[in-house]
């Protein structure tokens, strides 16, 4: 039976017999004697107790948790005690001898390397310098090969800086053995110590002869070191954002695709059971019978749906911030898509000839069954709204009168009244769902003596020519489209939701106002002064005489030709003003 006790070491805890501390003191006191009176004394120390923790913490385990006698003569034999460090050097060549035939005690033999960085020989941080000694090279050749990199797409600077961080620095004596590939004992870091006194005065020296050219070195240093710690600190709110953008993103991934989904499912039911209604206008029966109709809907739905779904996998993952994808359910999806591709393929080029018959059969049909309703008995009016995706043809002319060419089921769902001196034409009722419809536009000519005023929406077009007068305002959205010829005075314009005006003609006064991707195109229209807003990616192409003010924002561009002199033009974003 053995007294056991605890003791510390190197800030760990070892439970130990007794008589096995006494022989761990006894070389420990001898060790401090050995080096007390080197200016390092307390580091060495501290040095060889570290190594000596690490090597008894190899020897405890579940069944063995007490340090024996055995295990201090094991560690004290390989890291080497005082005297035979001095019996090492005294014989040093025939030791060196005997170890190379075979013979003697390798109590010093070579350990395993570690890579450390090398701030003793270090340029910027050690890398360069502690990579060649874990490999035994010149710390030249290294830092050549790091300069190489830089032909190579720079690639070796993202390199040396990720290792900046990986790498520890070698700051103890021991670590600096280790370094090397030398084995950590007591005669080894004595020789670093001894190594590092004869040096000191030397790097004095040198440190102050290349203090000047080391300060470019110490500033990236430094500079590198706080951008470390910014990264550090500013890493995990910065981490937090981009989850929530993701998140974000995902589920407006989601809802997008879910709706497109649903959609895409609706057509394909009302395509393949709602034939004879409103929801069809086109005979999908006729070239698509019996069972071809299904297996081509059904396959023209899954290579729509699966993407979608592809998309809502994309939007969870971003979502919970893990993927939601596994490799069953990927090449299911996938499988999927290519049958239907092919399958929707192959009877699309079977029945491609009998679907352009029919589409030229319908057109026949529409054009003999389009008919002219002329509406009489309107009042006086000066200006124009129209909605629904119409055409009108507006001329100038002494009488006022309106008529409309089109099929009978459109000139009976159109209405056409004068409000306050406003030709207003809409629909009955605006909303109206149809899949796989077949559309010819409605056409209406209008005839006035005045045109002030003209409103389009719902990817309406109109063609004005010939008109003049002291003002024209004219107001598009929703896609529409507004051809004027003419001479007025004054010219009012707000163009919005990729809306488009083409003017041609003379003015003396224009004021525009642009956003959503509006496009004037006012380069055969020349005013003498212009007034322009231009917003969210809108475009505007002017001839100006005089007089020019613009604030452009967004990504909207305004372009001017002639002798402008620019009174005010202010510009934000991407926004820009140029002369051609």
């Given at each position: 039976m053995h007294k056991a006790i605890n003791i510390t070491i190197n800030n760990q805890i070892f439970y130990i017999e007794e008589d096995a501390y006494e022989?761990?003191?006894?070389?420990?006191?001898?060790?401090?004697?050995?080096?007390?009176?080197?200016?390092?004394?307390?580091?060495?120390?501290?040095?060889?107790?570290?190594?000596?923790?690490?090597?008894?913490?190899?020897?405890?385990?579940?069944?063995?948790?007490?340090?024996?006698?055995?295990?201090?003569?094991?560690?004290?034999?390989?890291?080497?005690?005082?005297?035979?460090?001095?019996?090492?050097?005294?014989?040093?060549?025939q030791r060196e001898r005997a170890d190379s035939n075979g013979g003697g005690l390798r109590m010093?033999?070579?350990?395993?390397?570690?890579?450390?960085?090398?701030?003793?020989?270090?340029?910027?941080a050690g890398v360069a310098a502690g990579i060649a000694a874990y490999f035994g090279v010149d710390p030249i050749i290294i830092r050549l090969l790091f300069v190489l990199t830089l032909f190579a797409g720079?690639?070796?600077?993202?390199?040396?800086?990720?290792?900046?961080?990986?790498?520890?620095?070698?700051k103890t004596d021991a670590q600096k053995v280790e370094m090397r590939g030398d084995r950590v004992t007591v005669r080894q870091i004595e020789k670093e110590v001894?190594?590092?006194?004869?040096?000191?005065?030397?790097?004095?020296?040198?440190?102050?002869?290349?203090?000047?050219?080391?300060?470019?070195?110490q500033f990236a240093r430094r500079l590198a070191g706080f951008c470390r710690e910014v990264f550090r600190h500013t890493a995990p709110a910065v981490?937090?954002?981009?989850?929530?953008?993701?998140?974000?993103?995902?589920?407006?991934?989601?809802?997008?695709?879910?709706?497109?989904?649903?959609?895409?499912?609706?057509?394909?039911?009302?395509?393949?059971f709602g034939i004879g209604t409103s929801f069809i206008n086109f005979p999908i029966g006729e070239v698509l019978p019996g069972s071809l109709r299904y297996a081509a809907f059904i396959s023209l739905f899954f290579i729509v749906a699966v993407p979608l779904i592809l998309l809502i996998m994309i939007g969870s993952s971003f979502v919970r911030a893990r993927s939601t994808f596994n490799l069953l359910t990927s090449v299911t999806l996938i499988s999927v898509w290519v049958i239907a591709l092919m399958v929707g393929g192959v009877i699309g080029l079977e029945r491609a000839p009998e679907i352009q018959d029919k589409i030229q059969e319908i057109e026949l049909q529409y054009a003999e069954s389009v008919q002219t309703k002329t509406f009489d008995n309107l009042e006086d009016f000066y200006g124009i709204k129209a909605s629904n995706a119409y055409n009108l043809t507006i001329t100038k002319a002494d009488e006022f009168s309106a008529s409309m060419t089109g099929i009978d089921k459109d000139l009976?769902?159109?209405?056409?009244?004068?409000?306050?001196?406003?030709?207003?034409?809409?629909?009955?009722?605006?909303?109206?769902?149809?899949?796989?419809?077949?559309?010819?536009?409605?056409?209406?000519?209008?005839s006035m003596p005045l045109l002030e005023e003209i409103e389009l929406s719902g990817a309406s077009k109109a063609i004005a020519e010939g008109f003049f007068g002291e003002s024209f305002a004219s107001y598009l959205s929703g896609a529409s489209r507004l051809q004027l010829s003419g001479d007025f005075a004054s010219v009012t314009l707000d163009i919005s939701g990729a809306s488009r005006a083409e003017l041609e003609g003379t003015g003396d006064q224009m004021l525009a106002k642009l956003s959503g991707a509006g496009k004037l195109y006012g380069e055969a229209f020349s005013v003498r002064e212009a007034d322009i807003n231009a917003s969210g990616a809108s475009k505007a192409w002017l001839a100006v005489a005089e007089t020019l003010n613009v604030d452009a924002s967004g990504a909207s561009t305004v372009e001017y030709s002639g002798n402008a002199l620019i009174s005010d033009i202010t510009t934000s974003g991407s926004g820009r003003v140029e002369k051609k």
């Amino acid at each position: 039976m053995h007294k056991a006790i605890n003791i510390t070491i190197n800030n760990q805890i070892f439970y130990i017999e007794e008589d096995a501390y006494e022989l761990l003191a006894s070389y420990l006191e001898s060790i401090k004697r050995h080096f007390a009176f080197y200016e390092d004394c307390d580091e060495i120390v501290e040095d060889i107790e570290s190594r000596i923790a690490e090597k008894l913490s190899a020897r405890v385990f579940a069944k063995k948790k007490v340090i024996t006698g055995k295990d201090v003569l094991a560690v004290t034999k390989s890291m080497g005690t005082v005297s035979d460090f001095a019996d090492f050097e005294e014989d040093a060549p025939q030791r060196e001898r005997a170890d190379s035939n075979g013979g003697g005690l390798r109590m010093f033999d070579s350990g395993s390397k570690k890579l450390y960085r090398d701030m003793d020989n270090a340029m910027i941080a050690g890398v360069a310098a502690g990579i060649a000694a874990y490999f035994g090279v010149d710390p030249i050749i290294i830092r050549l090969l790091f300069v190489l990199t830089l032909f190579a797409g720079g690639t070796g600077i993202i390199i040396y800086i990720i290792l900046w961080f990986v790498m520890p620095e070698a700051k103890t004596d021991a670590q600096k053995v280790e370094m090397r590939g030398d084995r950590v004992t007591v005669r080894q870091i004595e020789k670093e110590v001894k190594e590092r006194i004869e040096k000191i005065d030397t790097k004095k020296i040198e440190r102050a002869a290349h203090e000047a050219a080391q300060m470019p070195a110490q500033f990236a240093r430094r500079l590198a070191g706080f951008c470390r710690e910014v990264f550090r600190h500013t890493a995990p709110a910065v981490l937090a954002l981009l989850r929530v953008i993701f998140g974000i993103v995902g589920i407006l991934l989601i809802v997008a695709a879910v709706v497109a989904l649903i959609a895409v499912g609706f057509s394909v039911v009302a395509a393949l059971f709602g034939i004879g209604t409103s929801f069809i206008n086109f005979p999908i029966g006729e070239v698509l019978p019996g069972s071809l109709r299904y297996a081509a809907f059904i396959s023209l739905f899954f290579i729509v749906a699966v993407p979608l779904i592809l998309l809502i996998m994309i939007g969870s993952s971003f979502v919970r911030a893990r993927s939601t994808f596994n490799l069953l359910t990927s090449v299911t999806l996938i499988s999927v898509w290519v049958i239907a591709l092919m399958v929707g393929g192959v009877i699309g080029l079977e029945r491609a000839p009998e679907i352009q018959d029919k589409i030229q059969e319908i057109e026949l049909q529409y054009a003999e069954s389009v008919q002219t309703k002329t509406f009489d008995n309107l009042e006086d009016f000066y200006g124009i709204k129209a909605s629904n995706a119409y055409n009108l043809t507006i001329t100038k002319a002494d009488e006022f009168s309106a008529s409309m060419t089109g099929i009978d089921k459109d000139l009976d769902k159109a209405k056409v009244f004068v409000n306050s001196g406003v030709l207003t034409i809409e629909r009955k009722d605006s909303f109206e769902f149809c899949v796989f419809c077949s559309k010819t536009p409605v056409k209406i000519a209008i005839s006035m003596p005045l045109l002030e005023e003209i409103e389009l929406s719902g990817a309406s077009k109109a063609i004005a020519e010939g008109f003049f007068g002291e003002s024209f305002a004219s107001y598009l959205s929703g896609a529409s489209r507004l051809q004027l010829s003419g001479d007025f005075a004054s010219v009012t314009l707000d163009i919005s939701g990729a809306s488009r005006a083409e003017l041609e003609g003379t003015g003396d006064q224009m004021l525009a106002k642009l956003s959503g991707a509006g496009k004037l195109y006012g380069e055969a229209f020349s005013v003498r002064e212009a007034d322009i807003n231009a917003s969210g990616a809108s475009k505007a192409w002017l001839a100006v005489a005089e007089t020019l003010n613009v604030d452009a924002s967004g990504a909207s561009t305004v372009e001017y030709s002639g002798n402008a002199l620019i009174s005010d033009i202010t510009t934000s974003g991407s926004g820009r003003v140029e002369k051609k």
